[in-house]
C-alpha cells in the first residue's frame, strides 16, 4: 500500500513538473509571435529606427560579407540587410518563425531569392533585453 501511495504522488508530481513546462514553451512561443508582429511590421514599413532597436549588434552576415557592427552601420546598409538578396517585406508578410529544435532562444525565418529558392535565413535570439534579430545567411553562398 505504501509503494503504491509513494507510485502514486511520483506520478502526480511528475505530471504538475510537465504541465508547468507546457506552459512556459507556450509563454515563450507568445513573446516570439509578440516580437515578430513588431519586428516584420518594421521591416514591411521600412521603420529603420525599429529595426535598429529590434537587433542586436554585431549582426552576423553571409560568409564573406563584414558584420553589421553598429546602428549607423544598419542604417547604411539597411537595403543590403532586407532587399538585395530577397524582398524581406513581401516576405514577411506570410512568413511564421520556425524554432530551433536544439535551442528554445532561437527562432529563424526563411525568405526566398529571386529564383524562389528558400535559402536567404533571418536569425532571431532571446537576449537579456528580449528577443533581437542577430544574423543573416545565405545557404547558397
Known sequence: MKKTIILCLVLVLSGAALALTVGKSVQSDDSVQVFWQKFK????????????????????????????????????????????????????AKAKPEMDAEDPKQFAVA??????????????????AGWKFVALDNINE
Open 41 to 92: 511590421t518594421a521591416v514591411i514599413k521600412g521603420n529603420k529606427e525599429a529595426v535598429v532597436t529590434l537587433s542586436q549588434f554585431p549582426i552576423e552576415m553571409p560568409y564573406g560579407v563584414a558584420s553589421i557592427e553598429n546602428e549607423d552601420q544598419l542604417l547604411g546598409r539597411y537595403r543590403e540587410l532586407f532587399n538585395v538578396q530577397t524582398n524581406a517585406a513581401l516576405c514577411f
Open 111 to 128: 525568405c526566398p531569392d529571386a529564383a524562389g529558392n528558400l535559402v536567404v535565413i533571418y536569425y532571431f535570439e532571446q537576449t537579456k
